[in-house]
């Protein structure tokens, strides 16, 4: 079966198409024959040898497919199965993935939805209800509000009754965060221009501030976002795709009004069944119903893997890119 394999770390140029026997599910392991993967930023770390990897390794995290065959203990599924995953292996045409990091499908998503949301959409559901759970009236700030996470989050973000303010890197992407519900949008510089946003999204908010900020940014973005606060705000720092935040002198929480400071991580959210099962089963009900969707931004063939995560890492994407197999 062909796969994309990184057997050295570096830029997108280290990702490999080859051939490799076909997985074999072992104890507790599905062997599923991959519909779509999704690419993620986790997937550029991973090949960047920033994020824990060891080489050799098959690419992806993230994708949904259909069970061929079911490993030793396995009793929650069956051949035949829809399923998606939110860790492991999926840049290939078959992977085996762990039943624990396994969801059923149901029938009313389609399996290009389920991949490209299962990872980031769970991310956002926690965000949104766990992380800072947004109630009526509250104001969040989204960062890159046209990326795959942040177009979900903005979504939930409405649902529950809150007010968005999306940031986005491009005025080409203005109109995708406009489109999943943001009230405004403003063109984010990431040139250390802190002062003029907070400034801006204080205007926006009558000088109060917003609720919570939502920032998967990073280095560029967390002086603007910790000024953006209101007082007693939350400031939920869940990336950083312009490098990771530099140290800094805790006191300025306080000085900055006693503002909350999270760094969550989608595996503790989803830490038992129980609540991967609630997070997956109630995100796949709001995309059944409308109530929210994924933006596939593009779809690459598993030989373009290496062109699609160039485009996620010069950051000209919007929504979620996948590999169709």
């Known amino acids: 079966m062909r796969a994309v394999r990184v057997q ?42 920033t994020f824990g ?31 998606a995953w939110k860790l492991g292996s999926s840049y290939a045409e078959q992977v085996a993935v762990l039943e624990s990091e396994s969801v059923l499908i149901p029938d009313s998503v389609e399996d290009e939805q389920a991949a490209a949301s299962i990872l980031q959409g769970l991310t956002a559901h926690f965000l949104a209800t766990t992380s800072y759970a947004i109630a009526p009236g509250d104001v969040a700030l989204v960062h890159a509000g046209a990326g795959g996470v942040g177009s979900l989050l903005s979504q939930i973000v409405k649902l529950r009754g809150g007010r968005v303010i999306a940031t986005v890197s491009a005025p080409e992407k203005q109109a995708a ?33 917003v609720d919570v900020v939502y920032d998967s940014v990073g280095k560029a973005t967390f002086d603007a976002s910790l ?24 006191m300025r929480l306080m000085s900055s009004g006693s503002v909350v400071l999270s760094r969550p991580s989608v ?25 929210i969707r994924p933006i596939i931004g593009g779809r690459y ?10 485009e996620l890492e010069s950051r000209r994407s919007i929504g979620k890119l996948l590999l169709v197999i």
Not at 27 to 43: H, I, Q, T
Not at 54 to 83: H, I
Not at 269 to 279: D, I, L, V, W
Not at 301 to 310: F, K, T, V, W, Y
């Open 53 to 83: 990897a060891e080489l050799p390794f098959v690419a992806g995290t993230e994708g949904a497919g259909r069970v061929v065959r079911v490993g030793e203990g396995v009793d929650r599924f069956r051949p035949g199965d829809r399923v």
């Open 8 to 49: 050295r770390f570096g830029g997108p140029e280290v990702l490999e198409l080859v051939e490799l026997p076909a997985p074999i599910a072992g104890p507790g392991e599905l062997l599923v024959d991959v519909v779509a993967a999704g690419v993620n930023f986790r997937d550029l770390l991973h090949r960047a040898g």
């Open 177 to 209: 965060a406009r489109s999943v519900g943001a009230d405004e949008v403003m063109i984010r510089a990431d040139d250390g221009a802190g002062a003029e946003l907070a400034d801006a999204v204080r205007g926006l908010t009558g000088g109060r501030g």
């Open 227 to 250: 000024a953006s606060c209101r007082t007693c705000g939350t400031l939920v720092l869940y990336g950083g795709s312009s490098g990771a935040v530099p140290p800094f002198d805790v």
């Open 267 to 291: 595996r503790d959210f989803t830490a038992t069944r129980t609540e991967f099962e609630h997070r997956s089963g109630e995100l796949y009900a709001w995309i059944a119903s409308g109530a």
């Open 301 to 310: 063939r598993l030989d373009e893997a290496a062109i699609a995560q160039g």
